[in-house]
């Protein structure tokens, strides 16, 4: 076993960046701060993980990506990605790695796509067979075939992010690093780029970090979420568990034979009705608790129909969170 499985593939300890940014403040006059981007992080990824980084706006996520790929020299603590500390040795990585930042292209404006590929094929030296069958793939699979001889900069923003995902793949990196790679893009082109990368994880082994305000993109491709704010890492852990830590409610909603004032249960001072709509009414209650004993007593004492039980929105439960990190 070598020494990345046993430690992490990506490894991150007290990372710091820290900007030192000029603001004017009048007429000849400026002002020296320091942004602390990212706080002392600290996280390992093992080979394989897709792992999610979320946060509010400004919360450091770009930043460590940059930090990530070699862009960035960090100002503090040690970094490494499959050994290798990305800014001191930024080709060498480069060859082992793939990124997209969804807000700008790594591709060349002018050029078709077909173009941009057989350059991308040159610069990383990929193996003829390989090349073809990565491109083969990345057609099919992103539906790239009508777009390879169109320029880029006549691609729309859907079109073009799914041409820049295949330019991040064609040399197989080991890891790749997603800045929303969901961002601008419809329905349809969501769900296929989602199956993509769930299929490229699954089959390849590729490590997936990605970055995303689309809670969707996270449900439903990473096992694990890190929430990051004001360059600290809040939460590492399961998407589940973000309920717990956010405390959030889950939602009863019942419906009564007929309309009557609002349900109270006076043993369960926890549970609040929140909503009353002619015979339905809906009751929030901590999602810590059981549901059980709620609606036995509410069948007990009241002239119930039906019921189901709503579970807590993650985007809610995540909107607290950045919330209550904000009033630290
Ligand atoms: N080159 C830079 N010079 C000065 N400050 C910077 C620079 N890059 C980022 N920052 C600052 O660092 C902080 C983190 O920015 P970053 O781009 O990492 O946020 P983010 O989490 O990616 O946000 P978003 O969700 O908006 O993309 C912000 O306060 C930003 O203004
Ligand atoms: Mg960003």
């Known amino acids: 076993m070598d020494a990345e499985t046993t430690t992490g593939f990506i490894e991150l300890d007290d990372v710091e960046k820290v ?13 020296r701060h320091r942004v602390r981007a990212v706080d002392s992080i600290s996280f390992r990824v093992a080979r394989g993980e897709m792992v999610g980084y979320i946060g509010p706006n400004g919360a450091g996520k770009s930043t460590t990506i940059k ?13 490494r990605v499959a050994g290798i500390d990305p800014s001191r040795e930024r080709t060498r990585l480069a060859h082992r790695i793939g990124v997209v930042f969804g807000q700008r292209t790594t591709l060349w404006w002018d ?40 320029p880029v900069r006549q691609l729309s923003l859907g079109q073009r992010m799914r041409g820049d995902i295949a330019a991040a793949l064609l040399h197989d990196p080991e890891v790749l690093y997603l800045d929303e790679p969901t961002i601008g893009l419809d329905v349809v082109s969501k769900s296929r780029v989602r199956g993509f990368l769930r299929d490229l994880n699954a089959e390849r082994g590729t490590t997936v970090l990605l970055t995303t305000h689309d809670l969707t993109d996270i449900e439903q491709l990473c096992k694990r979420v890190m929430v990051i704010d004001h360059g600290r890492l809040m939460y590492d852990g399961a998407l589940a568990g973000l309920h717990e830590v956010g405390e959030s409610e889950r939602t009863l909603v019942v419906d009564l034979e007929r309309q009557l004032p609002p349900i109270r249960l006076e043993s369960a001072p926890s549970v609040r ?3 009353v709509e002619g015979p339905r009414q809906w009751l929030a209650f901590p999602a810590s608790e059981s549901a059980a004993p ?19 929105d993650i985007e809610a439960v995540i909107a607290k969170m950045y919330e209550s990190a904000t009033g630290m």
Do not use: Q, W
Request: hydrophobic share 40%; glycine share 6%.
């Open 19 to 31: 900007f030192d940014v000029r603001r004017k403040t009048g007429f000849m006059r400026g002002e």
């Open 67 to 79: 930090m990530l790929t070699g862009i960035l020299t960090p100002s503090g603590g040690r970094l």
């Open 111 to 150: 050029l078709p796509l077909r173009d941009s590929y057989r350059l991308m094929h040159r610069m990383y030296r990929i193996p003829d067979a390989r090349y073809r069958e990565n491109l083969d793939r990345c057609v099919e699979l992103l539906d790239l075939g009508e777009l390879l001889d169109v």
């Open 273 to 275: 009705t929140v909503k």
């Open 294 to 312: 709620l609606v036995a007593r509410i069948a007990a004492d009241y002239p119930l129909v039906d019921l189901s039980v709503r579970e807590p």
